[in-house]
């Protein structure tokens, strides 16, 4: 999933940050970011400081972001899982806007329900001898209970507010949050188990052999608290675990 994902993730985020894209094609993203995206992404303080200390509204830079790796170019920025940049958006995101409570735009004039999502964008660590991150963005009808994956991408097709708009009214929740979050828990878990883990019996075939560099290094219990020290290292660096991590989400009402 990692490319497109990433892509449409990147879409999504600049869209609902009210920037223009300019050019979205095969993997190409340019946007027109606004004030508000360039001083949380392009780290110009000086120059936002002197510009409005002049009195000039200031001009917002373009940015230009690949996620196929085939168009790279070396002229634009290549972003990937685990680059800085998305290290950075990913922070922005934590600091500002981890938990949101948003509503479909609809344009009616009659009594229209709309119904609550729990959506959450999760990010999946598998850490070992090597390091792979994956988002996934994974959508429960809190009425229903239906589960959906890829549910950045369904909402990039949908205007979203921070008010109800006229003549609409919400449905309670039949899923309360703690059972939907364990619920999107249970499908993850699930996604997990069901994928192939070479990279961790690999991990771990790495760590046992470091180990036992470390135990013939220090034999005959010469330096047994350094030796302990090291292999504690070693286990930290190599041994396989999986962990889960909530980028942002919220409550989404949307027309059923």
């Known amino acids: ?35 508000e995206m360039d001083r949380a ?16 509204p200031g001009d917002p830079k373009q940015l230009t972001l690949i996620t196929n790796p085939q168009k790279r170019d070396g002229k634009c920025e290549w972003i990937h899982y ?13 600091e500002h806007e981890k938990y949101t409570k948003l509503f479909e735009q609809i344009d009616t004039k009659q009594r229209t329900a709309l119904y609550p999502w729990l959506i959450s964008n999760i990010k999946i660590s ?6 792979k991150d994956e988002m996934i963005s994974i959508g429960l009808h809190l009425v229903n209970g239906i589960m959906k994956l890829e549910m950045m991408e369904e ?31 249970n499908v993850l878990e699930s996604y997990v188990r069901d994928q192939d883990h070479d990279w961790a019996e690999a991990s771990h075939k790495t760590m046992e052999e470091e180990l036992d560099l470390v135990r013939h290094f220090y034999k005959e219990g010469s330096n047994e608290h350094e ?18 991590k909530v980028v942002n989400g919220g409550i989404f009402y949307l027309q059923d």
């Open 1 to 35: 999933m990692a490319i497109n994902n990433l892509h449409d993730f990147l879409q999504s985020y600049f869209t609902a940050h009210h920037c223009e894209l300019i050019y979205n094609h095969d993997g190409v993203l340019t946007v027109q970011l606004t004030e």
């Open 41 to 56: 992404l392009m780290n110009r303080p000086f120059y936002w400081h002197y510009i409005k200390k002049m009195g000039h």
């Open 82 to 94: 685990g680059s800085p940049r998305l290290h950075q958006i990913m922070n922005h995101l934590q």
């Open 126 to 131: 598998y850490q070992g001898k090597q390091k």
């Open 155 to 185: 909402l990039q097709h949908k205007v979203l507010q921070n008010t109800i708009p006229d003549y609409c009214y919400t449905i309670s929740p039949m899923v309360k949050l703690h059972s939907g979050f364990k619920r999107i828990e």
């Open 227 to 244: 030796m302990e020290k090291e292999m504690e290292e070693i286990r930290k660096r190599y041994s396989p675990h999986i962990t889960f």
